[in-house]
């Protein structure tokens, strides 16, 4: 029995790991054809080429990055007092709020972004950095609010209350009490609201018109075009992010992980 | 101020975003899908696109494909995902890796998957060549079509590599939430451990894992790229058709593409009806 429970999760371990080995191998082959299990020789032909000036890739890396946290910067200011309001007040309507933030969620993406395309058309939105943006937040908010909602509602809002009490502003009670107990959660919350940004590909295809070259774009078109070397290569830099920030948030990870599978 | 002051400004900028980005680009899409285009004069809304594409049977195979391909990921990826929680569980040494390797699967973008799938399924990828190494083929073409095949196996495998761990840890969070005093109740009332697993555990995290599955069919049948890369070229699953008929060079095509994002969207209302229900009962 135990050594079944073993295999079984030796299994589970090694097929969550599978699709990712490939992609490193290849990185590194130097021709690979059939049948050979392993390539004839190694390089570092696709890194080189991925790290030069004619894949465009370090573009793609910077402007995906820079869309990602100019996301991830409104969303959270916009996102984090809502979350605050919708996980520690009662109003009416809320059920309402509830389902539009959560709409957003379930409701594909290319839905949105169809209708979303003519009227940023006619706003001279469309190709633009500042578009794609716009577009990424139909995601990243509800995952912020969403979020910052549920770390809300398991915060005691009588730690405020005492410090009003005595003599604080709302602003110092908040800065100076909740603040610092909410801080690791909305950190985790930020990261993760960067990784879904750094995720989208169908809506930044659509309001950047392929004018905006993002990294998950590039790597489609590697990938389809049959350069399997540099599609690995810019795979493995297209998941660096998401690495460092679960090493780096670990810790506090109960918060984040549960919404984002949506990337 | 006073708290329903309070409460409306805090939310308001976030939902007049919201609101005008996602209801905005909704309602954008569904004029334009009854052919509302004041800007080329088409100022009488009808149905023709709707007709148009309904009539199809293209759509039909589409919208079948979708649906078959959210559905079969949706359901394995949920059985398998509980079935996983239950090894983590239980196992000692190992659990922290595993729960390690099911977050680091919920950072990774759903194309780098479909990339590694194809690598390893395709009829010159890995395991064709070990197939070839087993001397089971000896060409290429011998190897099962696994991607671009008609039976979505490609597409349905990264779509379970992805979302057995979503939903694993949301089980995984439920199970820890609930503790064991339940099962032990029922353990000593004389049940045996599969007994307690399979009536007292099950029956409490099915509401959970039903609508983390809920949103996981609804992504699946929405999402673009998977079924672009990995896919048939007939039939397309149905945000493909929707894309390439939006790009078609006919503009005229274009209210089509919106009635398709309108069946879209939907087939996802449904979804976000079951969850709100499922979620009310678990909360019970």
Known sequence: MIWGKRLAALVLATALLLPLVPLAVWSFARGWRFPDLLPQAW???????????ISGALGAFWQTTLIACATTVIAMAVGVPAGRALGLARFGGKAMVYLLVLAPVIVPGIATALGLHAVFLRLGLTGSVSGVVLVHLVPVLPYVILVSASLFANYNLDYERQARSLGASAWQAFWQVTRPQVAPGLVVAALFAFLVSWSQYILTLLIGSGQVQTLPLLLFSFASSGRNDIAGALAILYILPGILILLASSRHLAAGTATLGRT | MTDRVRVALLLAPALVILGGLFLGGLGVAALRSFGYMPILGLTEPNLDAYRTILT??????????????????????????????????????????LTFLFQLNLTMPHLVGAIGVLLLLSQSGSFARLAFAAGLIERPGEFPALVYDRASIGIIVQYIWKELPFIGVIVLANMRGLG???????????????????????????????????????????????PALLGTHFPQALPVLAYDTFTDPDLTRRPEAMAMAMLITAVSALLIWAYMRLLRVGAR
Request: proline share 3%; aromatic share 12%; net charge positive.
């Open chain 1, 43 to 53: 390089s570092l032909r696709a890194w080189a080429y991925t790290f030069g000036d």
């Open chain 2, 56 to 97: 199809d049977t293209a759509l039909w195979q589409s919208l079948g494909l979708s649906l078959y391909i959210a559905g079969t990921s949706t359901l394995i990826s949920a059985v398998l995902a509980v079935a996983a929680a239950l090894l983590i569980r239980s196992i000692g040494p190992g659990r922290r890796a």
């Open chain 2, 180 to 226: 064991t005093a339940y099962e032990n109740a029922a353990r000593s009332l004389g049940a045996s451990r599969w007994q307690a697993v399979r009536h007292v555990l099950l029956p409490m995290i099915l509401p959970g894992t039903a609508a983390a599955s809920a949103i996981v069919f609804a992504f699946v049948f929405g999402a673009y790229e998977i």
